[in-house]
C-alpha cells in the first residue's frame, strides 16, 4: 500500500540555524500539507500546497517558513530560523485532489527539538 | 469556525469489551468528521469518515461512528477490543465540503489502553 515518508524522523538544531524537513507523498497524489503538534498540545494545520503554489495557510505559517516541491517527488517544509517554540512533531500529508473531502494520508513525522 | 472536543484523554479497557472514545465538534456549517489512529511511530491512519451521506458509518478494524446532529457528536465504538487497537484516536473536523478549505481541524487526541 502506498505511504507517505518522511525524513528525517529525529531532527535536533541549534536556535537560529535553518532547518529542511523532507516529505515523499504519494506518488498520484496532487494535494500537499505540513501539520505539527507541539509536546501537550493538539495538531495544527500550517499549509496547503497544489499545483506548485500555496493554497492555504494558517496564522502559524509566517515568514519563517516556506514549503517546495523541489522535483516530482519530493515536498519539502523550510524553516529559516529556528526559534525554540518551533520544536514539534511535523506531519506531512497528501491527497488526491478529485473532492475537496478527499482523504489525507499522513507520513510517521519529524520530530525537530531546537536547543 | 470549527473546533473538536474530545472528552477523555485516555481510556483503559479489558480485551474483548466494548470501546466508547468520545467526539463533540462546533462548526458553522455542515461537516465533514473524521477518526485517525495513531500507533507508535507511525503515521496517522484514517479510521472512518463523515461526509453527509448515512450517519452511521462504518470503519476499519471493526470500528464504527455515528453523526448525530442534534447532540454535536461524533462519538467511536467498537463491540469488542483487540490488544491491537491500543493507540492515540483524534477526531478531526473539516468544513471543505462547503468551504472547499482543505485544512483539517484535530481534537486533542484519546490514548486506548487496552488490558489483557
Known amino acids: 500500500e502506498p505511504e507517505v515518508t518522511q525524513t528525517p524522523s529525529h531532527q535536533v538544531t541549534q536556535m537560529g540555524q535553518e532547518v529542511i524537513l523532507r516529505c515523499v507523498p504519494i506518488?498520484?497524489?496532487?494535494?500537499f500539507y505540513w501539520y505539527r503538534q507541539i509536546l501537550g498540545q493538539k495538531v495544527e494545520f500550517l499549509v496547503s500546497?497544489?499545483?506548485?503554489?500555496?493554497?492555504?495557510k494558517s496564522e502559524i505559517f509566517d515568514d519563517q517558513f516556506s514549503v517546495e516541491r523541489p522535483d516530482g517527488s519530493n515536498f519539502t517544509l523550510k524553516i529559516r530560523s529556528t526559534k525554540l517554540e518551533d520544536s514539534a512533531m511535523y506531519f506531512c500529508?497528501?491527497?488526491?485532489?478529485?473532492?475537496?473531502?478527499?482523504?489525507?494520508?499522513f507520513g510517521p513525522g519529524t520530530r525537530l527539538t531546537v536547543l | 469556525a470549527q473546533s473538536v472536543t474530545q472528552l477523555d484523554s485516555h481510556v483503559s479497557v479489558s480485551e474483548g469489551t466494548p470501546v466508547l472514545l468520545r467526539c463533540n465538534y462546533s462548526?458553522?456549517?455542515?461537516?465533514?468528521l473524521f477518526w485517525y489512529v495513531q500507533h507508535p511511530n507511525k503515521g496517522l491512519q484514517l479510521l472512518l469518515k463523515?461526509?453527509?451521506?448515512?450517519?452511521l458509518v462504518k470503519g476499519i478494524n471493526g470500528f464504527e461512528a455515528e453523526f448525530k446532529k442534534s447532540e454535536t457528536s461524533f462519538h467511536l465504538t467498537k463491540p469488542s477490543a483487540h490488544m491491537s487497537d491500543a493507540a492515540e484516536y483524534f477526531c478531526?473536523?473539516?468544513?471543505?465540503?462547503?468551504?472547499?478549505?482543505?485544512?483539517?481541524?484535530f481534537g486533542s487526541g484519546t490514548r486506548l489502553q487496552v488490558q489483557p
Open positions: 500529508a497528501s491527497s488526491e485532489e478529485i473532492t475537496s473531502t478527499d482523504t489525507q494520508y
Open positions: 506518488s498520484n497524489h496532487l494535494y
Open positions: 500546497f497544489y499545483n506548485n503554489e500555496i493554497s492555504e
Open positions: 462548526s458553522s456549517y455542515s461537516p465533514s
Open positions: 463523515y461526509t453527509s451521506a448515512a450517519t
Open positions: 478531526v473536523v473539516s468544513a471543505s465540503a462547503i468551504t472547499g478549505r482543505r485544512a483539517l481541524t
